[in-house]
């Protein structure tokens, strides 16, 4: 198939499960077009299916805004015509599947049908697209996908809650490519660098926004240095994360704490950390849970959105209400505490993020391309 990937092309999870499943397919011989403003960042160009169509949109100066969507769904009518694109695949309804289907109706007008498949990533439902200035065209977007899916089975739930929606939305959990997420224990696995022997490393990574209770997850790691040797490692960018340099410095704890920013290479972060913290307020899926456990790393979330559907409670980690911090950091400390329950931990998350191998997701996207291209 001939497909169009419209995603955000940042660190933000929407778009890393975009390029990792356009890869997945241009492997599997579709031939994939990616449609966005700059270069995904995880996107290699090396495979000759993997195409990338860079969205400008020209500055005017009677604009106070620019119009993206117009310049993106311009774009979109433009490749279709040049390479016979069959389907496209919006990433986050916003504005994606704006941009999208204002794209099918001017493809329409000129003779050319094309369905669209919208995944819901989270944060386009529940945070932004539920705001009442984004809601009606929201809900007209998703009504108008022709087919909509979503990436938990929690989000479905509350897209059905939050909006009027008239159509059948198919979970397709997020996925992770497990061999390639290894990486050489030997020779790329720099643990000593980072901490003594007997210090347990901890770690954070997120996007550093609010929804993410940045200052949680320091006071967390505050408590469990304070009964075992620990270092914590934060990687990722955005808007709390002075907040949290601030907070460590206060609670004295810099010097246990490194910030790496923004990472390609999460995976020679995560081989040597013992556990992964994820305190969000809200969390359709938790990809970066996933992440972590496919690298071995137990995981101590909140129990809040799909985090349940991804952490599986007293096997791979354990989840707590959020915002009680106390009970995250208990419970840290009794998998840290115990080396023969941290190695069972261990183990039994690699298990879990093992049910959502690739291998076992593509074919379900698959299958709704095939669907999705005959119902038009
Ligand atoms: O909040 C983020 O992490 C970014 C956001 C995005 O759209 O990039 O993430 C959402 O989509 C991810 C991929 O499907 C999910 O794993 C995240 O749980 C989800 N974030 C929220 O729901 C807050």
């Known amino acids: 198939m001939k497909i169009a990937i419209v995603c955000y092309p940042t660190f933000g999870g929407s778009g890393v499960v975009a390029t990792e499943l356009g890869l997945e397919l241009a492997r599997r011989g579709h031939e994939i077009h990616f449609i966005t403003y700059s270069q995904p960042v995880r996107l290699a160009l090396l495979n000759p299916n993997i195409h990338y169509h860079e969205v400008h949109v020209p500055e005017y100066p009677l604009f106070h805004y620019q119009p993206y969507e117009l310049a993106l769904s311009s774009k979109l009518v433009d490749m279709v015509k040049l390479y016979k694109i069959e389907l496209l695949h919006v990433h986050y309804a916003i504005p994606h599947a704006y941009a999208g289907y204002m794209a099918k109706k001017m493809l329409k007008e000129q003779g050319i049908k094309i369905p669209m ?16 200035f984004y809601k009606p065209a929201v809900s007209f977007s998703i009504n108008h996908s022709d087919i909509v899916t979503s990436v938990s089975q929690d989000l479905k739930e509350d897209t059905y809650r939050l909006f009027d929606i008239k159509k059948e939305i198919y979970v397709i959990p997020n996925f992770i490519e497990i061999d390639k997420n290894r990486i050489d224990e030997t020779s790329e696995c720099h643990r000593s660098l980072m901490a003594t ?11 550093f926004r609010q929804v993410k209770r940045i200052p949680d997850v320091i006071k967390i790691f505050n408590e469990i240095q304070k009964v075992m ?6 990687v990722g960018d955005g808007p709390e994360k002075e907040g949290a340099e601030k907070l460590c410095e206060q609670l004295g704890i810099s010097d246990k704490v490194i910030f790496f920013g923004n990472s390609n290479e999460i995976n020679k972060i995560l081989c040597y950390s013992d ?9 359709s899926f938790g990809l970066a849970a996933l992440e972590a456990m496919a690298s071995g790393v137990p995981v101590i979330s909140s129990n809040t959105g799909g985090l349940p559907e991804v952490n599986r409670e007293g096997y791979s980690g354990y989840l707590s209400d959020v915002g009680d911090v106390q009970d995250m950091a208990k419970k840290a400390i009794s998998i840290l505490s115990d080396d023969k329950k941290l190695l069972e931990f261990k183990s039994n998350a690699l298990k879990v993020a093992q049910e959502f191998d690739i291998q076992n997701v593509m074919p379900m996207y698959e299958e709704l391309y095939r669907k999705a291209i005959k119902m038009i």
Request: proline share 7%; charged share 15%.
């Open 117 to 132: 498949v919208t995944t819901l990533h989270g944060t386009d439902i529940t945070l932004v697209g539920n705001h009442p």
């Open 197 to 207: 022997e007997t210090q347990k490393i901890v770690t954070h990574i997120s996007n």
């Open 229 to 234: 040797p620990a270092k914590l490692m934060m």
């Open 275 to 283: 556990l992964f913290l994820l305190p969000s307020e809200t969390e």
